[in-house]
């Protein structure tokens, strides 16, 4: 079953415009959606942890938001240094201490 | 050091051949976490250590695949009888605490797996 689902795969926009990229969830009673970015050849980095709908955090040019369904990490005048993949995870269900990853968003920001 | 460290880098391996890749956590941190991402995929979990505690096995894909933790620090995953779908990236993650909901996760750089 999807617990994690990234929209779009991939997002090329102009340095300066503005957009937001998406997280869909499945899982019941969340304990944390987290989101972090991963640059081409490393290991992921940690962005933020969002745990209630309503919940929004920042970070530079970047906000996450949450809903009871989804989250948003919204990318306000971006810069080609934003460029990267951006991966969303949830905590896997019954408390299980591991987080279910989405496939990810591959943002590419033109200068 | 500072981080959590993987070696090798990369491996080039022949199909058939067994292989070892090695992640060193951060210092101080009594979760691990091994994860393979495959080409443009996102992260697939496999095994998670947490202190003395059994080790939580259940994303191994079969059963080629075993890892240890000595001393609660350096983890070793091997891979035996290496199939080509073994080839991805390998990634180790560590953590401080218990709460997978409130300690980031660190991740090391990865090991680049190529069976031919």
């Known amino acids: 079953e999807d617990q994690v689902t990234q929209s779009p795969e991939a997002l090329r926009l102009q340095e300066g415009e503005s957009s937001s990229l998406n997280c869909s969830y499945t899982?019941?009673?969340?304990?944390?959606l987290f989101w972090y970015r991963q640059d081409p050849g490393k290991g992921p980095e940690f962005l933020f942890t969002?745990?209630?709908a309503g919940e929004e955090k920042e970070k530079e040019r970047l906000k996450a938001t949450l809903t009871k369904k989804e989250s948003f990490l919204h990318i306000t005048a971006p810069k080609p240094e934003d460029s990267a993949t951006y991966l969303c995870?949830?905590?896997?269900?019954?408390?299980?201490?591991?987080?279910?990853f989405g496939q990810g968003t591959r943002l590419t920001i033109n200068p | 050091g500072a981080g959590v460290s993987q070696s090798p880098s990369n491996k080039v391996t022949e199909k058939g051949k067994d292989v070892e890749l090695r992640c060193d956590p951060i210092?101080?941190?009594?979760?691990l976490y091994w994860y393979r991402q495959s080409l443009g995929q996102g992260l697939e979990f496999l095994i998670y250590?947490?202190?003395?505690?059994?080790?939580?096995k259940s994303g191994l894909p079969s059963d080629r695949f075993s890892a240890e933790r000595t001393g609660g620090s350096v983890s070793t995953l091997t891979i035996q009888r290496t199939q080509q779908e073994d080839s991805a990236v390998y990634l180790c993650?560590?953590?401080?605490?218990?709460?997978?909901?409130?300690?980031?996760?660190?991740f090391g750089p990865g090991t680049r797996l190529t069976v031919l």
């Open positions: 993650a560590s953590r401080r605490g218990l709460a997978v909901s409130t300690d980031t996760q660190y």
């Open positions: 899982v019941s009673g969340l304990r944390g």
């Open positions: 969002l745990y209630s």
């Open positions: 995870a949830v905590q896997a269900p019954r408390g299980a201490q591991k987080l279910v």
């Open positions: 210092s101080g941190h009594t979760a």
């Open positions: 250590f947490q202190g003395n505690s059994a080790p939580d």
